[in-house]
Each structure stands twice: as C-alpha cells, then as structure tokens.
C-alpha cells in the first residue's frame, strides 16, 4: 500500500471510484445503443410522415420528451437485465443443478413460466380488449363482472400453459431431447385445435403465443434455459440452452383454443 504524500495515512484504492465509472460507462454505451436501435423506427415514422402523407408531425413537443423517456426507459431496462435478472436466472438454474433434486427444478420452472407470464403487461392488455370483444360480440355477457372473469380466465390459462411449456423445456435439457421434434409436434397439435376450436377463438389463440414472450418472461426463462445446458455435463448451452422460449409461445396457442371450446 503506497503511503500518502506528507507522511500522512496510506491512502486506499478508489475501488469504489472505479466501480462507479464502470457502470457510468456501461450506462452511456448502452444510452448510445438504445439510441441507435431505436433510430431506424424515427426514421421510418418520420419519412412516411413527412414524404408520403406529406403532413406535419403533431406534437411535436410531446413527441420528442415521449422518444427520450422511451430511450431512457430501454437502456434502464438493458441495464437491469444484465445487472440483475440475466445472472440471477443462471445461478438458481445452476444451483438447482448442483442440489439435483429435480422435483424441485420442476416445481421452479413452473412457478417462473406461470409467475413472469401472468405478471406480462401485454397479456394483460391482449386479455382485457379480448373481453371486450367477446361482449361486443355476444360471447359473453356485457357486463364489467363477466368481462372481468374472461380475461383473468385467458390471463391464468395462458400462464398455466407457459409453466408447463417450460416444465416440458426443462426436461428436455436433462434428457437431451432435440428441440425441432416438440416444435413440430407442437405445430401439429395447433393445425388440429384449429380445426375445432371456436372462430371467435382462434385469432386469441394465436396471437395469446406473441404477447407472452415479452419483456418480463424472455430474460427469465432465456437465462434459466442457458443456466441450466451450461450446469450439465454432456450439454451445450448454444443446442440444449436456447429453445424455451419458442416452446413457450406456442403452448398458449393450443392451451387458449382448448379453454375457448371449454366456454362453448
């Protein structure tokens, strides 16, 4: 330790310092990427606006603050990712790996598909204007109690379906199951639930597939998949690792038709 100048006490590294300007910089670098992803969407919006509708851009004020909060919001939400919820997911699947209890790896791959995706902003906003279709429509009874009971319906149906599809994806990692045979024999069992799920059904179904893998489910269950291929012995993270997540978008399709034909 390098005593102080004036023989006075030893001064002690900035770590502390340092650790600061790391995450400074990492901040800044992810501020300028946010910027740049999100360039090409101005860029476009801007065009069509401007050149094709050949009109100005209203509020153009509201709009400028609203593009800064949502540049700041995505390099928070990186940021978070990487700080947080990337290495926690990893290290839980690694040491439910090491305690080798697999009744409990299950239990917790469950709990995260079904917890992340009931908590989904987009399922929720999906679940509520399907609601409101299905009592527009007559499907269901045009009031806030029926309509209510609807979505939380498709909310817990789809998130049962996520937890199980990760379930599904867990076990296939332990044993080593390539990921194309459940893909494909997924995709067939949605061809044959279309072919007998209600109309007024199908699109939800559908569509139930995209908004769960969003922005809270996808860092989770990414990193418990990786986690998990990375903590066994004979797995590759790059083959057994990724797959959940397209396993996950697909089980709603058919768990939504299979609820939808319980309704009719």
Request: hydrophobic share 55%; charged share 10%.
């Amino acid at each position: 330790m390098r005593a102080a100048p004036g023989g006075g006490r030893p001064s002690k590294p900035a770590n502390g310092t340092r650790g600061v300007n790391k995450q400074l910089h990492l901040f800044i670098k992810a501020l300028v990427d946010s910027v740049r992803d999100l360039a090409p969407i101005v860029v476009v919006i801007a065009f069509f606006q401007l050149v094709v509708l050949q009109q100005p851009i209203p509020n153009l004020g509201e709009i400028f603050f609203g593009a800064i909060l949502v540049v700041l919001g995505l390099t928070f939400f990186v940021r978070g990712l990487e700080m947080g919820l990337f290495p926690i997911g990893e290290k839980m699947a690694y040491a439910f790996a090491r305690k080798g209890s697999v009744l409990w790896l299950m239990a917790f791959a469950f709990a995260l598909g079904f917890g992340t995706t009931v908590a989904e902003p987009a399922l929720m906003a999906v679940a509520d204007e399907a609601a409101q279709i299905a009592a527009d429509s007559g499907v269901i009874a045009r009031d806030k109690a029926a309509m209510k009971d609807y979505a939380t319906g498709l909310r817990y149906t789809v998130a049962i379906s996520v937890g199980f599809a990760i379930v599904v994806g867990v076990i296939r990692i332990i044993r080593g199951w390539p990921i194309q045979y459940l893909i494909i024999g997924g995709y067939v069992g949605v061809v044959v639930m279309t072919l007998f799920a209600p109309e007024q059904i199908i699109g939800i179904a559908y569509d139930s597939g995209g908004v769960t893998t969003s922005t809270i489910t996808v860092p989770l269950v990414a990193a418990l998949g990786i986690g998990l291929a990375s903590s066994i012995q004979g797995r590759n993270p790059m083959i057994d690792g990724f797959g959940l997540i397209a396993f996950a978008s697909l089980t709603p399709m058919i768990f939504v038709m299979g609820y939808g034909m319980l309704l009719s």
